[in-house]
């Protein structure tokens, strides 16, 4: 072997191990072990479901001065019991009918076989906040609520950054959702699959992150690409032990297609003029939920651009490493963080 040759051999093995480095995105974890997290997950569903209701009145009293934020949110709005048209005996008979009611009660005894301890899903918090305070640590930590309300919804974020979990929405994909809600298109079987314990944690931070991200700087698929791909950055920073999967809400199949297809994945957008698009149902499969990216093989799964949107962003904060996490909200220009990453997807 020539030293020519030799020397060429030698480049293009660093440069596969560099462009390695650069696309995993995680090069650096850092400790935080030492971050003070003092967390508890309050179990509204608990207190609700024991209450008498032989003596509603006094026991709502009490469960609201525990709860005044929440519960005013739950049973007001998630409930209805604020509402006449669904509360005509008002909002007290009301909930104390949805606490007697069978189906309600079995569904309640049902996460309470899964969540009737929640330590180990109070770990997984504890270390994420710990992620979060490392990397926003001017912002408040989250409390968490837990809730049952016969599949209305599943996680959100309401006040300043308290975070709600509907457990009935993670009692795994084996669980006959689509019994209870016949033809509800949330429900579809790519969706289902999630709804469990493994994405409990990833689904009731993502609205954490959502809010923190605001809008996207536009319309085009550029701009929600761009926009996505950041929130899936940030979620990678704050569990950085979770596989992609979760993160992805995908199979592990479906994320070793991504990989495997980066480059033809980027092509296509370019080829079918989708990157600068605004029409949304034009777009909307490649970054909003769907079960495949249409134009593509049947086993892609959807949402494809936002992947490719997170390794737009992994480019960008590995080639700009000084940049902080408030500085990256900040960044609205979808195509100045395109051009300034240089993002060129990986050969197979």
Not at 80 to 89: H, L
Not at 128 to 156: C, H, L, M, W
Not at 187 to 209: A, C, E, I, Q, W
């Amino acid at each position: 072997m020539s030293w020519k040759i030799e020397f060429l051999f030698i480049l293009v093995i660093i440069t596969l191990i560099f462009n390695a480095c650069q696309q995993d995105g995680k090069e650096f974890v850092p400790d935080v072990s030492d971050i003070p997290i003092d967390i508890e997950i309050r179990r509204f569903e608990k207190d609700l479901f024991s209450l008498d209701t032989n003596n509603i009145i006094a026991e709502l009293t009490t469960i609201r001065a525990a709860y005044p934020a929440f519960s005013k949110l739950f049973l007001g709005q998630i409930l209805g019991a604020d509402n006449p048209q669904y509360a005509p005996e008002g909002a007290d008979a009301y909930i104390a009918g949805f606490i007697k009611h069978p189906p309600t009660r079995a569904l309640y005894d049902t996460c309470m076989v899964l969540y009737e301890d929640m330590n180990d899903i109070e770990a997984d918090f504890e270390q994420a906040f710990q992620f979060y305070k490392y990397y926003f640590p001017d912002r408040q930590i989250p409390d968490v609520t837990t809730f049952v309300s016969e599949y209305t919804i599943g996680n959100f974020i309401y006040n300043e950054q308290s975070l709600a979990i509907g457990l009935d929405f993670f009692l795994g994909a084996e669980h006959p959702y689509q019994r209870y809600n016949m033809g509800n298109p949330n429900f579809s079987d790519y969706l289902t699959r999630t709804f469990n314990k493994d994405h409990l944690v990833f689904k009731t931070l993502l609205p954490l992150v959502r809010d923190m991200t605001g809008n996207a700087g536009g319309a085009r698929m550029l701009d929600m690409m761009i926009h996505n791909g950041k929130q899936l950055y940030i979620m990678d920073q704050l569990l950085p032990y979770a596989p992609d999967s979760v993160k992805l809400e995908m199979t592990l199949g479906q994320v070793e297609w991504l990989s495997e297809n980066e480059q033809e994945i980027w092509a296509y957008l370019l080829k079918e003029e989708l990157l600068y698009s605004s029409r949304w149902q034009e777009i909307r499969n490649f970054v909003d939920y769907s079960p495949t990216s249409p134009g593509m093989p049947a086993e892609s799964p959807g949402r494809t651009a936002n992947w490719i949107g997170w390794q737009i962003i992994n480019k960008y904060m590995a080639t700009f490493p000084e940049t902080t996490m408030e500085e990256l909200l900040l960044l609205k220009d979808a195509q100045q963080i395109l051009d300034a990453s240089r993002y060129m997807p990986r050969r197979k």
